[in-house]
């Protein structure tokens, strides 16, 4: 489309109330347009790495062309200063990355903002630890990658499915999904921890039955609050029996590992809240579908 307005950019209302906001959209309806899209995008996915040695190359050229800079007088600090900015803005020429992109990195300023933290979660690790307890084949079950640790002396393998699997006996209330948003594994010294156990308490209420209201003399209005009583005392025995999902805001605190966890000595876990909850990012092989691919996998 010919744009006739230089100071308007193009809209479609659909795209706009889609999105709810500022769109900058083309229509590509050539195939020599959308070819040059496609070219454009793959260069820059695909854009590799400088080589070491042009880096280096580049940082000498720097300090051949400011050798007065070396020897100025001003501090070690201002000239730092000067030569990582003239060092950034000729590897951002060679890279063809922008300047405040790299300033951005180096200052340590995330390249995005959402309103979410996300944390990754490999499914199929979870998968091949509990087909394990049947004797299928081994078509779906993945090679697991633990990470090795030293740990009083010996070497040991700690997994993020044994994390799971020994997690606190006040946690097991918790699905695997609630675990990976609201769970974090921290590491205490001796003496942060028993503070920490210490400090734990548990408050209990009893419960104590309603008795019936006998002073009331006529003998009808006595035995229909008897049975009131009674069904109401039963409704809250079903209820106790049936399962509920716990409250992510009555679970916030940190808990113990159990005994047959590695790293039960010298980890925990913490609790987060619903509202500062992580939102899984499952990588690996594709997840299974009911509609599609193997039914008895799913």
């Given at each position: ?19 709810q ?5 083309t ?24 080589k ?21 007088g001003e ?22 990355i ?10 340590g ?17 979870y ?6 307890a049947w004797?299928?084949?081994?078509t ?17 393998g ?20 609630d ?59 079903i209820?106790?029996?049936?399962p ?32 500062k ?22």
């Open positions: 489309l010919r744009k006739l307005e230089a100071w308007i950019n193009t809209f479609t209302p659909l795209l706009t109330y889609l999105f906001c500022n769109t900058d959209v229509s590509l309806r050539s195939g020599t347009a959308i070819k040059a899209v496609i070219s454009y995008v793959s260069d820059y996915v695909t854009k590799p790495a400088l070491t040695h042009v880096i280096f190359e580049a940082i000498r050229s720097v300090f051949e062309r400011n050798v007065k800079l070396l020897s100025s501090t070690r600090k201002e000239k730092a200063r000067k030569l990582i900015a003239k060092i950034v803005n000729v590897l951002g020429v060679k890279m063809e922008g300047s405040p992109f790299i300033y951005s990195y180096l200052l300023i995330p390249d995005h903002y959402t309103n979410k933290k996300f944390v990754v979660c490999f499914w199929q690790n998968v091949s630890y509990i087909r394990k004797n299928h084949d081994d779906h079950i993945a090679s697991e990658k633990v990470l090795i640790r030293k740990h009083k002396g010996s070497l040991i700690v997994s993020v499915v044994e994390d799971y699997a020994y997690r606190p006996d006040e946690l097991t209330c918790l699905s695997l999904y675990w990976i948003c609201l769970s974090e594994k921290i590491s205490l010294i001796h003496a942060q921890m028993k503070k920490n156990l210490s400090g734990m308490t548990y408050l209990y209420q009893d419960e104590t039955p309603v008795a019936p209201d006998d002073t009331n003399d006529d003998i009808t209005d006595s035995l229909a609050k008897e049975f009131s009583n009674a069904f109401r005392e039963l409704g809250d025995i209820e106790a029996f049936q509920r999902k716990p409250d992510p805001e009555s679970l916030k605190g940190s808990y113990s590992f159990q005994k047959e966890h590695p790293l039960s000595s010298t980890h925990h876990v913490v609790c987060r809240g619903i509202l909850a992580y939102v899984p990012n499952f990588v690996g092989s594709v997840l299974p579908r009911h509609d599609h691919g193997d039914n008895e996998y799913y």
